[in-house]
């Protein structure tokens, strides 16, 4: 309840919504299917644009199969993308997520992915995304693996 509150007011109060356009949902999903192991991540996200820049804060779930043993992830990220030129941007994020150890004890762990995407038009309001990251940090006990790729949607209000 209190992350609702808080997204309404950093979202309103410090950019005030002159456009509806402005204001953008949509997500990603992740795939990696890498030496021996299963990696699926769904990842809502809500943000907002100005000009060149776009930031927001998005949900993270995903699931992560290893050598026969499962772990699920929760948490959440803040995001800014920046645009280069025509359709590619920067996209830096910071995230934590709740994971779960192969012993069932859960923990937070920090990832600080940076890198680089490509969007494409597909309607008036509504985009693919594809980016691949890195995750600077690389906590031993985080689900990711290097290089990260995502490919999702976002669609303006």
Avoid: C
């Amino acid at each position: 309840m209190k992350a609702r509150y808080f997204l309404i007011v950093f979202g309103f109060l410090f950019f005030p919504v002159t456009s509806w356009a402005q204001v953008y949902t949509g997500g990603s999903v992740g795939l990696n299917f890498w030496n021996n192991r299963t990696y699926i991540d769904a990842s809502p996200i809500l943000g907002y644009q100005i000009d060149d820049l776009r930031i927001g804060v998005g949900g993270i779930f995903s699931y992560v199969r290893r050598s026969g043993d499962s772990r699920i992830h929760y948490g959440a990220r803040v995001f800014s993308q920046y645009d280069l030129f025509e359709s590619f941007f920067l996209h830096a994020e910071v995230e934590t997520l709740n994971t779960e150890y192969y012993n069932s004890e859960r923990e937070w762990v920090l990832s600080v992915p940076v890198g680089a995407g490509y969007f494409q038009r597909i309607s008036d309001r509504m985009y693919t995304t594809f980016t691949i990251l890195y995750d600077l940090v690389q906590d031993e006990n985080s689900p990711y693996e290097n290089p990260i790729i995502r490919g999702g949607i976002r669609y303006h209000l």
